[in-house]
């Protein structure tokens, strides 16, 4: 069970940065490197044998743990790296991807690995697996070749891989991993997912001309206009797809990595949806499901932003970083692990809460 956090959050800012000596409770107060200490030393006890973490699901939460690990200062030659990239490999297909047998999942998978592979491949030892990874993960993507036109709302997403519809969260790490392959923003498969991505906005544009678009128009983001529309928070009572966070900074990172300025209306929109929604108590429209994974998200999307200080409506200034390590260190387990109460989107499983956790606050040194 998650701990009961006994400290407002903003006491346990002035806990982390010295200003007074809180001991209520001693997550709470931890530097964000006695936090990686400790979550560190919980998933040693967690890695199997074989290197892998939760391996009932097969290689994507091992890939974001060590993916977690790098980005935490570990390096290639850590045992605990070492044995869960090489658990991750085992995953690599003749077609370029990266999955379980039977997967349908295969976009998902294939792309975590990637941007784990990229964060290793230190010595150019990935560069032939990053490279088919990429054909594969361009293959998957919705567009000509599934017989769909830019005119589809479905043209240019990723799904999970399943080819049922593409939605954002995938098509998201379809950009992340292309980006770190190499694609420029200008590249063809990260332009041609810039226009799912925009269909995705409640924003009514020349981008945007979906039933969905006008309905709301507030500028945040919701899961897919594909195969009808669906957004994780709901529907209006006219049909409209409700903005959520966690989708809202997928959105703005995404269109931010595929060259959108910032003065083009839908990031001027996409940033004031969060103006108005700035909050790190819950995921925004959707409470406390998929939590840890915002973190994550809202973490690398600021980050993309290039801001140290956001500021809110209310004319609020929020150092994000620090606010983001205080929430995460007054919710952080006694044996160092995280976990979400809500177990919706595997967020039940701790292994893959701490990576999404240790990810966030690698986004979080200034």
């Not at 892998?52 to 743990?65: C, D, M, N, R, S």
């Not at 770190?180 to 990260?190: R, V, Y």
């Not at 060259?259 to 004031?272: K, T």
């Amino acid at each position: 069970m998650t701990k009961q956090r006994w400290i407002p959050s903003w006491a346990v800012v002035f806990a982390l940065i010295g200003s007074i000596g809180w001991a209520t409770v001693a997550e709470a107060a931890a530097t964000r490197e006695e936090m990686v200490a400790k979550a560190l030393n919980y998933l040693r006890t967690r890695q199997g044998e074989d290197g892998a973490f939760a391996k009932e699901t097969g290689p994507a939460v091992t890939a974001l743990v060590a993916a977690a690990l790098l980005r935490q200062g570990r390096t290639l030659n850590d045992p605990m790296v070492a044995k869960a990239l090489a658990y991750v490999e085992k995953f690599v297909r003749e077609d370029g991807g990266i999955y379980q047998t039977g997967s349908s999942h295969r976009n998902y998978e294939t792309c975590i690995a990637v941007m784990t592979f990229a964060e290793a491949n230190r010595d150019g030892r990935y560069d032939t697996i990053l490279k088919k990874a990429d054909a594969y993960l361009k293959g998957l993507q919705w567009d000509e070749d599934e017989g769909k036109d830019k005119n589809d709302p479905a043209y240019g997403g990723a799904g999970y891989g399943s080819h049922r519809r593409p939605d954002l969260s995938n098509t998201s790490f379809l950009i992340d991993a292309l980006k770190a392959t190499g694609n420029g923003a200008d590249s063809e498969a990260l332009q041609k997912a810039l226009v799912f991505v925009s269909r995705c906005q409640n924003l009514e544009s020349e981008h945007n001309t979906t039933p969905f678009a006008g309905k709301i128009n507030d500028g945040g983001f919701y899961y897919t206009p594909a195969a009808g529309g669906t957004s994780q928070a709901g529907n209006t009572p006219a049909g409209g797809l409700r903005s959520y966070a966690s989708m809202t900074y997928a959105g703005l990172k995404s269109m931010i990595y595929c060259g959108v300025d910032a003065d083009d209306p839908r990031v001027e929109a996409a940033i004031n949806w969060i103006k108005q929604h700035y909050d790190l108590d819950t995921n925004p429209g959707m409470g406390d499901a998929g939590l840890y994974y915002y973190y994550h998200t809202f973490a690398k999307a600021l980050a993309a932003l290039d801001v140290d200080t956001f500021v809110d409506a209310d004319g609020k200034k929020h150092d994000w970083r620090d606010e983001l390590v205080a929430e995460l260190a007054s919710r952080q387990q006694s044996n160092g692990s995280w976990i979400n109460e809500n177990s919706r989107w595997l967020e039940g499983n701790p292994d893959l809460v701490t990576a999404y956790s240790l990810l966030a606050l690698s986004y979080c040194v200034k």
